[in-house]
């Protein structure tokens, strides 16, 4: 059985409505990303960075999965999929997918600001003053830039075995996750699906199309 590796970033889940970080002048829902995704955001002002992750969790409860998740999760039952996610969205697990590492968190999980390691369910808003049973502020399981990737190795570990690798809407300008691609086997095919130019080079196949048409060209690379 083949083993297939898929790396995702935020188009493929820009057809099911949640926007991409790099594609509006550098802000991402009208913030500076370093405002609400970096630990220095977080220390600066908490309750912003809060709000914000409680509208990005309450938005999460009116987008649905679009085909390009559906495609990935159908071909579970013919290969050995891992898909690696940097999006924080459930899109993957909606859609059906069953092996998902999420390399930068999860907006649905909540952790203390005093244990990076015991994370909770959680669909709702939080709030300065929830906490934790030991006592931490509650802030959301997301890797934050300036902090460790935790999944790192995970996912380097399924990087290394893939036969094929397939990368599907993300700019490849945030590290360490676009450095999985210099992991790959040299005999791995590397098939990548995003509209848009690419950091990468000729020996990667670049399907120039938006995520849900691009999936359907896929078959011809993964028979
Ligand atoms: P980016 O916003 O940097 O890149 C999105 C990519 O999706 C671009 O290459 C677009 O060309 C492509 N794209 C846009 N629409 C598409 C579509 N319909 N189908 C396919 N591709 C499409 O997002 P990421 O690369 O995911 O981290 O960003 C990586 C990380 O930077 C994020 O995980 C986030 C951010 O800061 C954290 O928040 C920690």
Redesign the pocket.
Known sequence: MKKIVVL?????S??SGIS????ANGL?ENHD?MEV?SIEGWNANPQLVLDFYNVRRAQLKSVKPNS?HYFLANLDSNHDVTIIT???DDLHERGGSSKIIH???ELNKVRSVRNDEVTFDCTENIFLGDLAKDGGQLRPH????GEMVPMMDAAIEETLQADIFII???????YP??SLLDYTKTDAKVIC????E?PINNNVIHIK??????VNDLVQYIK
């Open positions: 995702t970033g935020a188009g493929i820009a057809e991409t970080f790099r594609d991402w990303i995704a390009a940097q999006n924080v390399l930068h968190g997301i890797v934050w830039f599907i809407g993300t700019s490849l300008q945030v996750a676009a699906i995003d509209p848009n690419l199309k938006s995520a849900t048409e691009g």
